[in-house]
């Protein structure tokens, strides 16, 4: 007899995660402090509001008891400030809560793997065993030879008797290579950042935050340095990363590249790529002597021609660029077509939608591979 099975789609209310009163007001003070660049008063401010028009807490767990708890649970503590008054501060498991926040945000389909979990395509000499045999080819490392399956074939080939061991009987343990990737990633901290009524310094953050963090737990034999580029170019820690804020400046991508290729020359790893968020023109260089020549008016012939300069110079170093241009004014993607040449690298001209995602799927893209 057979059974009337019906299939279909079940559709009921939305059910809300069963936070604790703390864990819900803690997910929005994370995305709060990471807009007011650590700024606590500010982001309590901000949620004192948002708990006026949105009711977020009641009369049995106020925003003064999620203070409180912040405190206990060591994510805030006081401090003094540079004019020399008390003031409360950020912790580093704060610091370390928002990267966690921005690594789940923007890669939350990535699971964390074992050490090391990121294979090239090619075998042979490696670090990483794969548990397969294979014959001896002219080349392969003696340490590589599995004895026990050598002398195994020797006795089956040879016989016991008489026992010899020959090249034929051979064999060795494959292994692959374990393709280790030194990142620099530059993020444009000039004005126009935050120009025309739209934040894109903060999404630029939250990416930075989130790959130094994927970066640290999932591949942490790769290694990731941030610079900010603005008038100068300068690195920055991945703790300084929530407190980050653009400035008066103009856009240095010179010294931005410069810097970059600094670090990377000193790095010991085969793999090296340059990542750069930038929404505006290059607008600035140093000169020698110390000062600076400043153009913002249209692409200054000057100026990019130094780009292309060093574009050209980090191919030569075998380190390739990815542009990330959050604009889409045609002008601006022509020098970045010519830049990209110049460095045989990659550009994408991107909104702040999507922009985390991208820079994963490159990072694996171009680590995956081995670049000689």
Known sequence: MEKNVKKGFLFKNYEAPNLSPFDKLFEIFKELITHTSGDFDEAIDWLRQLDVEYKLTDANY????FIEDLKKKGYIREEIKPDGTSGTGITAKTERAIRQAALDQIFGNLKKSGTGNHKTKYSGNGDE????????HFGDGLENISLTESLKNAQINNGVGEFQLTENDLVVEDAQFKAQMSTVLMIDISHSMILYGEDRITPAKKVAMALAELITTRYPKDT????????DAWSISIKDLPYLNVGPYHTNTVAGLQLAMDIL???????KQIFMITDGKPSCVREKDGTYYMNSNGLDEYIVEQCYNQAAQARKLHIPITTFMIANDPYLQKFVNRFTEANQGKAFYTGLKGLGEMIF???ETNRKKKIK
Do not use: A, Q, S
Not at 129 to 136: D, I, L, P, V
Not at 224 to 231: A, P
Not at 265 to 271: L, P, S
């Open 361 to 363: 799927e490159d990072y």
């Open 129 to 136: 065993k794969t548990g397969e045999f294979r014959e001896y």
């Open 224 to 231: 990731i340095d941030i610079l900010v580029f603005g008038n």
């Open 62 to 65: 106020t925003i003064d008891d």
């Open 265 to 271: 020359r000193r790095k010991r790893n085969t793999n």
